[in-house]
Nanobody, 123 residues
Framework: QVQLVESGGGLMQAGGSLRLSCAASGRLFSTYAMGWFRQAPGKEREFVAAISTSGSSTYYADSMKGRFTISRDNAKNTVYLQMNSLKVEDTAVYYC????????????????WGQGTQVTVSS
């Protein structure tokens, strides 16, 4: 079993930055590709970013390219999402996810989900 716990969400003014963290349980973190998704109230969950097991490959949704960066530290069993130039439309609950390979995570094929962390961006 894998448990994922997100942290780092909160309030931020438009144009600001936040870094989300996702801590994973167990000793097999490095065998999972990881990703981030988000969901706003009344909207469907959408893909944000994904990263391969080693961190060598990354995937981003078009709206996040150039602003968001996904990274991982396998020694710490942690994946990060650095969010810069935040926009009001980035407001959502952000979820950490784990899957087999990064391209499948990016496509929404997920084995484990975190509980989510709220990000609110004000104008």
């Amino acid at each position: 079993q894998v448990q994922l716990v997100e942290s780092g969400g909160g309030l931020m003014q438009a144009g600001g930055s936040l870094r989300l963290s996702c801590a994973a349980s167990g000793r097999l973190f490095s065998t999972y590709a990881m990703g981030w998704f988000r969901q706003a109230p009344g909207k469907e969950r959408e893909f944000v970013a994904a990263i391969s097991t080693s961190g060598s490959s990354t995937y981003y949704a078009d709206s996040m390219k150039g602003r968001f960066t996904i990274s991982r530290d396998n020694a710490k069993n942690t994946v990060y999402l650095q969010m810069n130039s935040l926009k009001v439309e980035d407001t959502a609950v952000y979820y950490c996810a784990a899957g087999r390979v990064a391209r499948l995570v990016a496509a929404g094929t997920i084995d484990y989900w975190g509980q989510g962390t709220q990000v609110t961006v004000s104008s």
